[in-house]
């Protein structure tokens, strides 16, 4: 049903009238350590993808796909595909608006398959010159999504953010921004000697507040240092901790904290930039208690009823990460109206952790490959 239905959106999008454009891409990644633990497992991978849009005066409808395909770990390979539509309006010569609605499906393999999930979501945005020197923007998004095997993971997510930002003829701009988001789960049954019940998991609500400086230089060079403060109170959130980073539930609801973070850009020439990035985070979780490890046996150790036991407070992480990368744009491919992108990146993060599982170290390289074209 689900292909009849995205043959259907192409068929649709197909007899519109406007401008095709397609691009494809591919990500490869090396991680030395992929689960992010003191176990420093690595793996290679790659995200290959592809987006296929048509665009007119006031509307775009496009397809886009991608899969994750894991080298070692490939019982985390997954594939994503999104189909929606976008509509554009000039409410006045210093506003405009926007609308937005699509739908995603996500596939794992079966030995996570109740991470399968199904996403409805919609936003709007009004962007408004609200002075000769500022801009504001306003954005609204709703989310529903579906867990095909974790009723109880089904939820609608609400998400607003305010952006004011600031212009100076030095070449300066100010950004403050702020960020509230709501994460309602929905009721589901379940059965206990053969009765039914209802039940649901607690509502989730975090806010973010974020301020950014960025400089221009020169012509050729410029940055900005930014600082994030997340402010969560949200006591309780499913999550897998073998597997956490590959869980669609265990996500920004399962931390609070901050993030100070700084980039510097350099452009070569037209086609040619440098960049260099630095992070230091500071991550206070919700509800995960350190869990007793043997660390000579490699596992959890496990009460009588095969639980595992807790042995301190929630885990608190500090860490830094650098990044170091190189851009390529080439533009008018073959005198037709497409361009080509190259990033090559490394990053180091190091994070220590009040819970000795998650002191670990990562070093990881990737390469991006974009190509565009549209007729």
């Known amino acids: 049903m689900k292909y009849k239905l995205f043959l259907i959106a192409v068929i649709l999008v197909n007899s519109l009238l406007g401008q095709w454009k397609i691009g494809v891409s591919n990500y490869s990644f090396y ?9 420093n ?21 496009y397809v886009n796909g991608y899969s994750i395909l894991m080298n070692k770990n490939k019982n985390l390979n997954n594939v994503v595909g999104t189909f929606g539509m976008d509509y554009y309006k000039k409410l006045s010569d210093d506003l405009y ?18 991470y399968d999930y199904f996403k409805i979501s919609t936003q709007s945005a009004l962007k408004w010159y609200s002075m000769d020197k500022g801009l504001t923007r306003i954005y609204f998004k709703i989310h529903n999504k579906s867990f095909s095997y974790e009723e109880s993971w089904n ?48 509502t989730l609500w975090q806010s973010k507040l974020k ?12 940055g900005y240092t930014e600082f994030l403060y997340r402010y969560n109170p949200s006591k309780t959130n499913p999550y897998d901790p073998l597997i956490q980073s590959f869980s669609p539930i265990d996500d920004y609801f399962g931390y609070g904290g901050y993030e100070w973070h700084s980039q510097l850009k350099y452009k070569l020439s037209e086609s040619l930039w440098l960049t260099t990035s630095a992070e230091l ?15 000579e046996t490699d596992a959890f150790s ?11 407070k929630n885990r608190e992480d500090t860490g830094f990460i650098m990044d170091f990368s190189i851009s390529y744009r080439l533009s008018k491919l073959f005198n037709s109206p497409s361009q080509l992108y190259l990033n090559l990146k490394y990053s180091n993060q190091v994070n220590e952790s009040n819970d000795g599982y998650y002191d670990y170290e990562n070093n990881s390289v990737s390469l991006q490959l974009n190509y565009n074209t549209q007729f």
């Open 31 to 39: 991680d030395s350590n992929l689960y992010k633990n003191y176990r």
């Open 41 to 61: 497992n690595s793996d290679s991978y790659i995200i290959p993808g592809i987006d296929i849009s048509r665009s007119g005066t006031a509307m775009d409808f």
């Open 97 to 114: 608006s926007n609308f937005g609605m699509n739908v995603t499906n996500r596939i794992n393999q079966p030995e996570y398959d109740y």
């Open 155 to 202: 939820h609608i997510e609400y998400t607003l953010k305010l952006q004011q930002n600031f212009y100076f003829t030095t070449g300066t701009t100010l950004r403050f921004e702020a960020e509230p988001i709501i994460r309602d789960f929905l009721q589901y049954s379940y059965q206990y000697n053969y009765i039914t019940y209802q039940d649901e998991l607690p």
């Open 211 to 222: 301020f950014r400086v960025a400089q221009s230089l020169s012509d050729n060079f410029g």
């Open 281 to 295: 985070y500071r991550d206070i979780y919700k509800n995960r208690a350190i869990y007793d490890y043997d660390f």
């Open 302 to 312: 496990l009460d009588d009823e095969g639980y595992y036991i807790p042995i301190g």
